[in-house]
């Protein structure tokens, strides 16, 4: 098949790839509705794919990954910087001419008797100054199918490029033998260049995620001036129309997606209050013509946890799996064939097949303690399904952002929400960002995770550098800056309670937020930054009293302490002792926390 593009650069490296892979065939993807047809049956065909019920669910998809092969992994991802100290200490580093020399047997002939599939695609909405341009090579329908939901993909993503640029990221993945002791998932930014190979899981193999979207696209935000994070966008329309745009960083289990999907409580909504859903996951942020700074999602669509979301606790994000939607390891309801997982209802199915694809009396699987869908379970749904989704979802420009939060799982510490004094300390703030665990993560239960900016396992360089490129951001920003705050959805009273419901109702807290942008409450000053005056914080309808809020917004001076010293050890024997290069700064917002404390 010839082509779809007169680009050399693109051209070339997809020979040399062919020659070393050398499929049967060769499938470029232009990404029409006659193409993707004919891939979603031969898929079916094959038992790939499992089609479900297309009254219930049309257009949806079931697919099985390998049992060895259902999350990232962490301990076989590289980022294979020419130099070691650039990959710094969060990451796994190999150097790249002895990795590529590794890699090199295990794809020659990889694709025999396999087709190969070309996908071009674009990372942000085709025509946006922030967007970028990748090509993934496959031998995985499932690959492609995925990739056309969470990406633009097709002939349209080569606009971006033109005929002649050479800044396009080059991704060549194999299921090859979905091998666990040969699985590789490979960086080397300074090829932009990803390599995966023996995995056919989600983020290990939809190379436009973490992959590029991050690990790559960080270090070139570096290089060029802008910033890739693992941000939710969001926008908060108020009853005069006026929308403030809003991007939150949380690792894993904080309410990210809950937050990004936000349904306010009625109190909001009857005065006219709504939220847009911008982006669940990734934000690109770059300096506009007008100094602010302006956020794309470069997703298309969602790559979602499918255990736990409902119609309670995610309405928006169970509405977006209903039509066109692909589902990974959940079961199967063998009835009606509709996808179910733990924490989609009370009922498991009587006749159901589980993830793995046996056939079981779900009720009585359940009872044993079984898990009918795999925790880790997922759904890939089009941005358009989802009901909240933003009018300025495909702005090219992106949307102007007021607010950057960051946040955790703490049970004690952190209070409910506070503001940086100003960028510098709200990039400390954000180095600071750590997660008590939870029984799900492991045997041991409050054990303190640090996980800078939510970004720890996709930092594409050396995790001190890529501070400094936030203070730099800062700097260049000036006035123009985002606001940065802090926010505690999880802490507990002395009985192990949570204190804040959650939910909807962290819109009260966006709220205060907002008002705060806009210079319309005043804050008070404490040690770790600007509180809420309890009275500025609406807890109209909820059963909270003043004493629970008084609680809520408690800044500990002894769990403080204790704080300020975890952070000194961290900095000092995680990274700056393991060759990250912390900028002289944050070692100063430490100093001056600590002394605001009196110490």
């Known amino acids: 098949m010839a082509s779809l ?251 990210k997606t809950n937050l990004a999907m936000l349904i306010p409580p009625e109190i909001y909504t009857k005065q006219g209050y709504k939220v847009f859903t911008v982006g669940d996951d990734i934000a690109w942020m770059k300096q506009g013509e007008d100094g602010r700074l302006y956020a794309i999602n470069p997703e298309n669509g969602f790559f979602g946890v499918a255990p736990g979301t409902n119609a309670k606790s995610n309405y928006n994000a169970l509405a977006s799996t209903k039509k066109n939607a692909i589902f990974t390891n959940v079961a199967i309801n063998l009835d009606n064939m509709t996808p179910w997982w733990e924490g989609l209802d009370k009922n498991p199915p009587v006749n159901a097949q589980e993830w793995k694809g046996a056939n ?51 049970e004690k510490t952190t209070p409910l929400v506070y503001q940086s004094f100003d960028w510098t300390h709200g990039t400390y703030i954000g180095s600071a960002v750590s997660s008590e665990t939870t029984a799900a993560a492991t045997g041991a239960v409050g054990v303190l995770r640090h996980d800078p900016m939510a970004m720890k396992p ?41 204190m804040w419901p959650g939910f909807g109702d962290n819109m009260r807290v966006l709220d205060w937020i907002i008002k705060r942008c806009e210079g319309k409450v005043d804050a008070q000053e404490t040690p770790i930054g600007y509180l809420p005056k309890p009275e500025d914080l609406n807890v109209e309808g909820l059963d909270i009293s003043a004493e629970q809020v008084d609680a809520l917004l408690a800044v500990d001076k002894d769990l403080w302490a204790d704080e300020i010293k975890e952070m000194r050890r961290y900095y000092d024997e995680d990274i700056a002792g393991k060759g990250g290069r912390i900028p002289a700064a944050l070692y100063e917002e430490l100093d001056k926390l600590e002394k605001r404390f009196g110490g």
């Open 360 to 410: 079981v009396n779900g009720v009585e699987y359940t009872a044993k303690g079984e898990k009918l869908a795999h925790p880790n379970s997922r759904f890939t749904a089009p941005a358009e399904n989802c009901p909240c989704i933003s009018p300025e979802f495909n702005n090219p420009q992106g949307v102007p952002i007021s607010a950057i939060i960051f946040g955790g799982r703490r």
């Open 458 to 498: 996709f930092i594409g360089y050396n995790v001190g550098d890529y501070w400094n490129h936030w203070l730099e951001m800062g700097e260049k920003l000036g006035e123009n800056a985002p606001k940065i705050f802090n926010v505690n959805w999880f802490k507990k009273d002395e009985n192990g309670n949570f």
């Open 5 to 255: 593009t007169k680009n050399p650069n693109v051209n070339a490296w997809v020979d040399e790839m062919i020659a070393l892979t050398k499929p049967d065939k060769v499938v470029w993807i232009d990404g029409s509705d006659e193409q993707l047809e004919g891939l979603r049956q031969e898929a079916l065909s094959t038992g790939e794919m499992i089609k479900m019920n297309e009254e219930l669910y049309p257009g949806c998809l079931y697919h099985r990954t390998a049992p060895n092969d259902v999350a990232r992994v962490e301990d076989r991802t590289f980022i294979c910087s020419e130099k070691k100290e650039d990959a710094g200490p969060t990451n796994n580093w190999m150097d790249p001419n002895e990795m590529w020399a590794m890699l090199e047997p295990m794809y020659d002939g990889v694709m025999k008797g396999r087709t190969m599939y070309v996908i071009p695609y674009s990372m942000g909405p085709i025509g946006s100054p922030l967007a970028k341009v990748g090509v993934e090579l496959t031998d995985s329908i499932y690959v492609v199918l995925n990739m056309d939901i969470m990406t633009r993909m097709g002939t349209k993503a080569f606009e971006n490029l033109g005929d002649t640029s050479d800044d396009f990221v080059r991704g060549l993945h194999s299921k090859a033998d979905v091998d666990p002791e040969k699985r590789y998932i490979v960086q080397f930014p300074e090829k932009n260049t990803i390599c995966s190979i023996n995995s056919a899981y989600g983020g290990n193999v939809l190379l436009g995620k973490k992959c590029f979207a991050l690990r790559i696209a960080s270090f070139q935000g570096k290089n060029e001036g802008w910033m890739a994070e693992h941000m939710l966008i969001l926008g908060v329309q108020k009853p005069d129309g006026d929308i403030k745009y809003i991007t939150a960083a949380f690792p894993s289990a904080c309410g």
